[in-house]
């Protein structure tokens, strides 16, 4: 269906040319599902655009080809490609907020496409928009039509996306980071929706994605890319089991799976002994019928309902469950962000919770309690430097000047890895691992004794997400933080966390040691998320290897040597 032959993207930019895809060549073949992995930078989405024809001002095809049916994509009119996109190739954004429009409705915005590409008359167009919508299961989608994104959850607007890339029945369905952001369960109901279409309507697919366990469960086929170029494809499992370049096995080895520590996520050379941890018995935190309740349209909304736990000196508590279970709105009390309805906070033995949010901020305690963001970049100030970032808390709370706080800051940067030649750049000059560092600097510039992480490495690629989860080991360890570690991925909570707590509709369904949840999980709803979560094949036993990269070819036969 698809053949692409030394396909190569170039950017102009203020410093001259740059490369972003080099001589990549791959195959679609009718009904499969085909995966591209990697890391960001590595050209996947550019690969997606260059097909589409939708590059930003500055990129061109330099060279290769693109043959779709039969139709040179590369050398086709605008015209043409208008009408092939939707209705021939459609593809799902990664940020389904983004790829909506916010004033225009979800249901006019289906019709757009349906009339766009003849699909529909102003008369039917209601009526197929409402089908489209009802094809990716959204429930009573008549009522819904008139919604606005802003009204829907994040998994419904991506099933918006989904219709409105499905709605003029497409022949090749681009999907590109489509379940980033999305809690465990949503993710799973969106990539089974997708899978399930292309099936019953004999479609093709490209799944673009950086997690290598979502792939390797729903893809027939995998190609890894790194800076622009393929550096390996293969059957999912066989990739995973016994991969061949060493990139693939960085990748693979920093995918968090069943019986892998959080060390194993490193590479070889990286790996140190494991801190010890011991928790004390005594806790820093007890929460007691914690309520927050809501003034809603048709009456009061209780998003917290009485929940009660506590976390101990040194201990890494989990929270998770899906969104708009109360994860967040109970974060954003407990850090005195929000004020409770009822209940109270105990930290340090004091009960927080009767000091009002804003009279907070000056009270002493108002160091010892911060907060990790979940989004790296929009908890950054963009006029900012990092050092900056890293002195504000310094210069308004701990009343830090001259040179005592430079060396604080520098001191700072050292403990959490980021090079001092970064400390005078701004954020968009940063990378997402770069900038997450920035933002646990700040967290802990104060030397706090407790410690909110909010999805903190949920948008990282995987290497760089290992890198942070170790960091933050070592810095429970180094500082005798107690973290509570909000997550969506039970993956990385079982490796980080000694108990977890799952909640549901505001409420507390389940709590207990990380192990023993995970493995033996008493609540139907904990079931039903350890059973969404993407699990990767199993790792093979690693083999030597020479040091030197071997062509596609010998490594081709190297695995058939070992395999007989």
């Excluded at 699909?119 to 009802?134: F, H, S």
């Excluded at 010890?276 to 809603?296: D, H, M, W």
């Amino acid at each position: 269906m698809l053949t692409v032959k030394d396909l190569s993207v170039m950017f102009q930019t203020r410093r001259g040319a740059v490369d972003a895809v080099r001589g990549i060549s791959f195959e679609v073949s009718k009904g499969e599902i085909l995966g591209i992995v990697g890391e960001s930078g590595s050209g996947k989405s550019v690969t997606s655009y260059a097909l589409m024809r939708i590059l930003d001002i500055g990129g061109t095809i330099k060279a290769g080809e693109a043959t779709y049916s039969g139709v040179d994509l590369r050398r086709a009119a605008e015209r043409d490609m208008r009408d092939i996109r939707g209705r021939e190739i459609s593809m799902i954004f990664q940020n389904p907020r983004a790829a909506l429009n916010p004033i225009r409705k979800v249901g006019h915005q289906i019709e757009d496409v349906l009339r766009q590409h003849a699909q529909a008359t102003r008369y039917d167009a209601r009526r197929k928009a409402i089908a489209a919508m009802e094809a990716v299961k959204i429930n009573d989608a008549a009522n819904r039509y008139d919604a606005y994104p802003f009204e829907l959850s994040g998994g419904m607007c991506q099933r918006i996306v989904c219709a409105i890339a499905l709605a003029c029945n497409p022949r090749l369905l681009i999907a590109d980071e489509p379940t980033t952001g999305l809690d465990i369960t949503t993710q799973k109901a969106v990539m089974d929706l997708v899978r399930d279409l292309i099936r019953e309507r004999n479609m093709s697919s490209i799944l673009i994605t950086h997690d290598l366990g979502l792939a390797a469960q729903y893809c027939d086929r995998l190609l890894v890319m790194k800076d622009g170029r393929i550096v390996e494809q293969g059957d999912p499992t066989q990739i995973f089991s016994q991969p061949q370049h060493s990139y693939s096995r960085k990748l693979v080895d920093a995918t968090p799976r069943t019986g892998a520590s959080v060390r194993d996520l490193l590479p070889k050379d990286m790996r140190a002994a494991a801190p010890v941890l011991n928790p004390s018995s005594a806790p820093i935190l007890e929460v007691r019928n914690l309520v927050k309740t809501y003034a809603g349209k048709s009456g009061p909304v209780q998003a917290v309902k009485g929940i009660s736990f506590k976390i101990n000196r040194g201990q890494c508590v989990g929270l998770v469950g899906e969104s708009g279970c109360g994860k967040s709105t109970t974060s954003e009390m407990l850090v005195r962000l929000m004020d409770a309805t009822a209940g109270q906070i105990v930290f340090d033995g004091g009960d927080i919770a009767k000091i009002p949010a804003r009279a907070f901020a000056k009270d002493p305690r108002r160091a010892d309690i911060q907060m990790v963001f979940q989004d790296a970049t929009d908890s950054l100030n963009p006029r900012y430097t990092a050092r900056q970032t890293i002195a504000e808390p310094l210069r308004r709370l701990g009343k830090m000047r001259g040179r005592a706080r430079s060396a604080r800051i520098e001191e700072l940067a050292g403990l959490v890895g980021l090079p001092l030649s970064l400390l005078d750049r701004f954020p968009h000059q940063l990378s997402g691992g770069q900038k997450a560092r920035v933002g646990i600097a700040r967290a802990v510039a104060l030397e706090p004794k407790f410690l909110i992480l909010d999805e903190p490495t949920a948008a990282l690629d995987v290497s760089i997400q290992a890198l942070v989860l170790n960091l933050l080991v070592d810095l429970r360890a180094k500082l005798g933080l107690s973290y509570l570690f909000v997550s969506h991925d039970l993956h990385v909570v079982r490796l980080l966390c000694d108990h977890v707590i799952v909640m549901k509709d505001g409420q507390i369904v389940e709590q207990g040691p990380a192990q023993q949840i995970m493995v033996n999980p008493q609540d139907d709803y904990t079931k039903s998320l350890i059973a969404a979560a993407p699990k990767p094949p199993e790792r093979a036993i690693e083999i030597p290897r020479p040091e030197l990269e071997k062509t596609h070819v010998e490594q081709t036969a190297i695995h058939d040597k070992r395999a007989s």
